[in-house]
């Protein structure tokens, strides 16, 4: 991102939930952010996925929506050892922004 500054950034997801390591060791992680984490509050809980490379915001992954925080959380704790299929079908399609 030429002229990029962290002032300027903004990811959705207004809660820090966890960030996945890449296996390799290399430079890269995922970054993950949501809404309603803790189920305090009336709707859907939101999982808001980043890829990081180099410690910058390379582009969005996915955006989650569950129906509990329960779930999310639950799909959060199996995301290592999901398959792409399998992660294709908890998937809604949603590309978090960031601007």
Do not use: C, Q
């Not at 582009?59 to 704790?77: K, Q, R, V």
């Amino acid at each position: 991102m030429e002229n990029w500054n962290e002032d300027k950034l903004k990811l959705d997801g207004k809660e820090f939930v966890t960030t996945i390591f890449h296996p390799s060791g290399n430079n890269e992680m995922i970054l993950i952010l949501g809404d309603n984490i803790d189920g305090k509050n009336e709707g859907l809980t939101f999982l808001h996925l980043y890829l990081f490379r180099d410690g910058e915001v390379e582009h969005g992954l996915e955006t989650l929506a569950f129906n509990t925080s329960e779930e999310a959380l639950d799909f959060i704790d199996s995301i290592a050892e999901m398959s792409a299929l399998e992660f294709m079908f908890k998937s809604i399609g949603i590309r978090p922004g960031y601007f």
